[in-house]
């Protein structure tokens, strides 16, 4: 091997090597500016307002990170159950107004924190499509009958009845009686994005056990 060309493989190794090293301290910088961030979150527990302290955070960071590494990372933090519930509540429905889309964003979310990620998608999903006011909207604790109401509004696409189906089995735990409604409230190929919600709610909780 010629001095030149040891001199062109010690310069590569060399870039390769500054190349990792790079990536390596951006790396720690990204973590750094999560943790701080997610910690930032968990300051706005004792404010006045802390739904308007944390939105801003929870939506920044969803900006380069999933809402599962959001939610995880809040679970795993030295925080109640009820402020992880909280602030996980936030995440969801900032991922469904990031995505506008409830089955890409309830994809997205973990089910810690009592499932509050999934519990805010849904919710946002209702108050966009159909105009409900956030604090007339849990989903985890409406009626077959208000199910009922609500679906027929929300099942005009397979998107958002995705969500329906979500709730539907969330509330009654029966698979047989959750797809007879389903039945009840959609027609044609929406009647699908139900029965999906369904199955994913059914399959995320055997998951989870």
Known sequence: MTRPHVRAVRR?????????????????????DFTQRVQ??????????????ARPLVRELLQKHA????????????????QC???????GQE????YRSTERALAECSRACGVACIHGTIGQSFV??????????????LSTTEIRQI?????????????????????????????????EIVTGRS??????GIFMEFSDELVSM
């Open 128 to 141: 966009a499509e159909i105009g409900l006011q956030e604090d007339e909207v849990d989903p985890e604790h």
């Open 12 to 32: 590569s190794l060399l870039l390769i090597a500054i190349g990792f090293l790079l990536g390596f301290l951006v790396q720690l910088v990204i973590e750094r």
């Open 40 to 53: 930032g979150i968990i300051e706005c527990a004792p404010t006045e307002d802390p739904l308007e302290c």
């Open 151 to 183: 679906g027929k509004g929300l099942c005009k696409t397979s998107n958002t009845c995705h969500g329906v189906g979500h709730v539907l089995f969330m509330n009654i735990r029966d698979f047989t009686r959750a797809l007879s409604i389903c039945d």
């Open 67 to 82: 809402a599962s590494e959001v939610v995880d990372a809040l679970s795993e933090a030295s925080i109640s159950q009820s």
């Open 95 to 98: 991922t469904y107004m990031k």
């Open 85 to 91: 519930h909280y602030f996980s509540h936030i995440v």
């Open 191 to 196: 009647r699908g994005g139900c029965y999906t």
